[in-house]
């Protein structure tokens, strides 16, 4: 596959065509790295910094979140007829059971007391799967983010941050491909299902949203317990940064986000509705906020 660099602009490809399901395919495979969790080198850190990553109130989430998403994206590869689709989902849940294995490779060396759940059992597949891709689209935004505010601020030994670089770049490849994957999947159908299908989409992504203005007005009511619960990539930046407002974490997001997003081929989608959503909010809110 010959990559189409994003500053050309491309000639646009019918989602859900055989061109369409090829190329997000071939991006993917050709786009996988390989890592071993078990064997890295963690590097040592002072008994400040040390005190620091284990005080973090959000590791317990990841894990969680990471258990679910892995055994859901695992299950979802038998959603696809398409074979080289099914190998892409099927890549993506090895992916983010790696991002497991690395949480409990880390949490192991630096003796952070984590409980593994059980492994999670999805209850209707295809909605499980669009939640957990829906949902990893806010996430991994905020997550591009406070990725660069870490690093900036020294906050961890590069050292630390550079063993995460790979999964953020999983993560872009993670939502590109979902936001692909949604719409080849939705042309696919006959048209009389397509509205439905649509509005199952949208009711989930208003959970999705629902459960960040929750946490957002959790946050905003000086809750203190708030940055331990769900939604951690929102709250975490009070955590692992210098003093940011909500106007510059928004702008650190976008940027990151469209920096990443810029390195893969233009011909596909890009998630639209996060950073739609964070570009107004960042165009409207005062620079104080
Ligand atoms: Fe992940
Ligand atoms: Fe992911």
């Known amino acids: 596959m010959s990559a189409v660099p ?7 490809l019918r989602a859900g065509s055989p061109e369409h399901k090829r ?28 005190k620091r990553l284990t005080g973090l109130p959000f590791w317990q989430e990841a894990v969680s979140t990471e258990n679910v998403t892995s055994h859901t994206v695992t299950a979802a590869a038998t959603l696809e007829s398409d074979p080289q689709l099914r190998r892409a989902i099927a890549l993506q849940g090895f992916e983010e059971q790696r991002h497991a294995r690395l949480l409990a490779a880390l949490t192991a060396h630096y003796h952070i007391p984590i409980e593994h759940p059980p492994p999670y059992a999805p209850r209707n597949l295809e909605d499980d799967f669009l939640f ?9 935004f905020f997550a591009f983010g406070l990725f660069a505010l870490a ?10 941050v550079t063993v995460f ?3 953020m770049e999983e993560e872009v490849r993670h939502i590109l491909f979902f936001v692909n994957w949604v719409k080849a999947r939705r042309r696919q159908l006959p048209w009389w299902q397509r509205p439905l299908f649509r509005l199952r989409c949208g009711w989930i992504i208003l959970k ?7 946490t957002a007005r959790t946050l905003g009511a000086g809750d203190p317990t708030a940055e331990s619960s769900e939604n951690f990539t929102l709250t975490a930046h009070q955590d692992i940064a210098a003093p940011i407002t909500l106007h510059g974490l928004l702008g650190t997001c976008l940027a990151e986000n469209d920096r990443r997003m810029a390195h893969y081929d233009a011909r596909l989608l890009r998630p639209r509705l996060v950073p739609g959503i964070a570009r107004t909010l960042h165009r409207i809110l005062p620079k104080r906020l």
Do not use: M, N
């Open 23 to 50: 190329l997000l395919a071939q991006f993917f495979f050709d786009t996988h790295v390989d890592y071993d969790p078990e064997h890295i080198p963690w590097p040592g850190l002072s008994a400040e910094e040390l």
């Open 132 to 140: 957990a891709g829906f949902g990893e689209c806010f996430d991994s």
């Open 208 to 214: 999705q949203i629902a459960s960040r203005v929750k």
């Open 6 to 12: 994003a500053e050309l602009d491309p000639l646009p």
């Open 165 to 167: 670089e790979p999964v």
């Open 151 to 160: 690093r900036e601020s020294g906050f961890f030994p590069a050292d630390l």
